[in-house]
């Protein structure tokens, strides 16, 4: 679905000016290229055109969750912010590339670029209009809040020029490295009753961060409908049936009764893993 304006030969300066301020429709496609291994072709994945509301979410959700399939670490809210700021390149040409097993995220447009670079990571600088404030904050806090959580964690964010027109901005996290440890020494074990059998270990599924918070908020409440989810992480309630269809198709929750949900069996297997 393409919604595009169509001008009249004789418009007016006022009808183009409301056209030009028009934020509530993405008629650009986005494509996800996920490089799962550098010696292939990246997997690409299509954002189609929708409400902007809609597109960033979807295209923030992709990422994140294909940033989590790679074993990624950088947090849902810093790919938020930075897709939200398509929003100043009117989502012209966007492409985001999710590299080194999801510790490093790029993302690229062909829109108006950033001229001071320097600022855009210095709170309280925005070039957002008033209507695009109807779609993001628009106060100059988001690419501040990212530098400073990557700064912190030992990553780093970058902005550059794209090589036409446009930006691109890279979020890297420093891999963590498991540090080796020596083999511990052998020690005499006197016999021992039978041990009581450990549970073993569920596989956990690739989670969202949403889908991860729902999951805790299950086991510590016990059944929930989609208003309780909405409420409990102040998401709208296509995203919270999302995230509660995500989880049912994963075997992780179950409908009972006047259609609420519970976890299962094996969701709370996984929610001890993750605790």
Do not use: W
Not at 192 to 212: G, N, T, Y
Not at 225 to 239: F, Y
């Amino acid at each position: 679905m393409s919604a595009e304006h169509e001008f009249e030969p004789h418009q007016n300066q006022e009808d183009a000016d409301t056209v030009s301020s028009d934020y509530s429709y993405v008629n650009a496609t986005a494509r996800v290229a996920v490089y799962d291994d550098m010696k292939m072709p990246p997997h690409i994945i299509e954002i189609k055109p929708a409400p902007t509301a809609d597109f960033i979410e979807h295209l923030a959700t992709c990422i994140n969750d294909e940033k989590l399939k790679l074993g990624g670490k950088i947090p849902y809210g810093a790919i938020r912010e930075v897709a939200e700021n398509f929003i100043h390149a009117r989502f012209t040409e966007v492409v985001v590339s999710i590299l080194d097993g999801g510790n490093t995220i790029r993302f690229c447009d062909q829109g108006p670029g950033i001229e001071s670079k320097d600022k855009a990571t210095l709170p309280g600088f925005t070039s957002a209009s008033e209507h695009m404030k109807h779609y993001i904050r628009g106060v100059g806090s988001g690419l501040p809040l990212v530098k400073e959580y990557l700064d912190f964690s030992g990553g780093r964010i970058s902005i550059e020029d794209n090589i036409r027109q446009g930006s691109v901005v890279t979020m890297t996290l420093k891999q963590e490295e498991s540090p080796e440890q020596p083999p511990a020494p052998a020690q005499a074990t006197a016999p021992e009753a039978s041990p009581i059998p450990k549970k073993p270990a569920v596989q956990v599924p690739p989670l969202s961060d949403r889908e991860v918070s729902a999951i805790f908020l299950f086991a510590e409440r016990g059944a929930l409908g989609n208003k309780d989810i909405m409420e409990a992480l102040g998401i709208a309630g296509s995203s919270a049936n999302s995230t509660l269809k995500k989880l049912e198709q994963k075997g992780l929750i179950e409908v009972i009764a006047n259609k609420k949900r519970t976890l299962t069996d094996f969701g709370y297997a996984v929610y001890e893993q993750l605790g």
